[in-house]
C-alpha cells in the first residue's frame, strides 16, 4: 500500500523561502511520476508540478505561477519528494499535496493529508 | 492550458435520487490510444482528494459502483445513480493529457 506523509509547512513571510517533503512507502519514488498539487483556503485544487520518473526522463514541469521560484527534486535514499518554495508571495497560502498514480496508471490515486504553507507578515 | 468549466458549481440532492455533474474541456482530451484523458475526483471536508474515475470512465477498485463517468472529446459527466450521504463533498474534474494538468473549479454537493 502506498503511503504518502507531507511536512515542512508552516508561517512565512513574504519572500522568504520554504522546503516541504513527502515521505513516501509502498513504491519507489525514481519509479513513479510524483505530483504537487495545491489548494488556497476555500478555493480548488491547483496543479504545481511534477517530476517524471527515471523511466521518463526524470525531468520536471511547473505551473506559470511558480515557475522559476519552485523546485521539485527526490532523495531516492530516504525515499522523500521535495518541494522548494522560495520568493514565496500571500497568493502562495494554501495546503500542499503530494500525490502519485499506482505503478502503471496515470492516475492521482495516492494523496498525502497535506502540509499547510501561511504567508505573511 | 486547457481550460475545463464544471457546472453545476453546486447542487443539493435528496438522498436515493441522481445526481450529474458535467465538465467541459476548451480542448479535445481523446488520445491517439482511444483514451479520454480526464479524471474525477471527490474532495471529502476536510480530506485530501480521492479518485473516483480514470480515462473519463473507468472506476478504481473500491470506489461504489454508483459512480459513473462518461462522455468523449470535449464533453464529459459524472453520475451518482442514487446518492448517499457520505457523497457530500466537493467533485473536481481534472484534464491529463497535457502539461500542467487542469481541474474545473469544483462542483459542491450537499444532501437535502
Known amino acids: 500500500e502506498v503511503q504518502l506523509v507531507e511536512s515542512g509547512g508552516g508561517l512565512v513571510k513574504p519572500g522568504g523561502s520554504l522546503r516541504l517533503s513527502c515521505a513516501a512507502s509502498g513504491l519507489t519514488l525514481s519509479n513513479a511520476l510524483m505530483t504537487w498539487v495545491r489548494q488556497a483556503p476555500g478555493k480548488g485544487l491547483e496543479w504545481v508540478g511534477h517530476?517524471?520518473?527515471?523511466?521518463?526522463?526524470?525531468?520536471?514541469d511547473y505551473a506559470a505561477p511558480v515557475k522559476g521560484r519552485f523546485s521539485i527534486s527526490r532523495d531516492e535514499s530516504k525515499n522523500t519528494l521535495y518541494l522548494v518554495l522560495n520568493s514565496l508571495q500571500t497568493e502562495d497560502t494554501a495546503i500542499y499535496y503530494c500525490?502519485?498514480?499506482?505503478?502503471?496508471?496515470?492516475?492521482?490515486?495516492?494523496w498525502g493529508p497535506g502540509t499547510m504553507v501561511t504567508v505573511s507578515s | 492550458d486547457i481550460v475545463m468549466t464544471q457546472s453545476p458549481l453546486s447542487l443539493t440532492v435528496t438522498p436515493g435520487e441522481p445526481a450529474s455533474i458535467s465538465c467541459k474541456s476548451s480542448?479535445?482530451?481523446?488520445?491517439?490510444?482511444?483514451?479520454?484523458?480526464l479524471d474525477w475526483y471527490l474532495q471529502k471536508p476536510g480530506q485530501p482528494p480521492q479518485l473516483l474515475i480514470y480515462?473519463?470512465?473507468y472506476r478504481p477498485s473500491g470506489v461504489p459502483a454508483r459512480f459513473r463517468g462518461s462522455g468523449s472529446g470535449t464533453d464529459f459527466a459524472l453520475k451518482i445513480s442514487r446518492v448517499e450521504a457520505e457523497d457530500v463533498g466537493v467533485y473536481y474534474c481534472?484534464?491529463?493529457?497535457?502539461?500542467?494538468?487542469?481541474f474545473g473549479q469544483g462542483t459542491k454537493v450537499e444532501i437535502k
Open positions: 500525490t502519485t498514480p499506482n505503478v502503471g496508471g496515470i492516475a492521482f490515486d495516492n
Open positions: 481534472m484534464q491529463a493529457l497535457q502539461t500542467p494538468r487542469t
Open positions: 480515462l473519463g470512465s
Open positions: 517530476i517524471k520518473s527515471e523511466n521518463d526522463g526524470g525531468t520536471t
Open positions: 480542448q479535445s482530451l481523446l488520445h491517439v490510444d482511444g483514451y479520454n484523458y
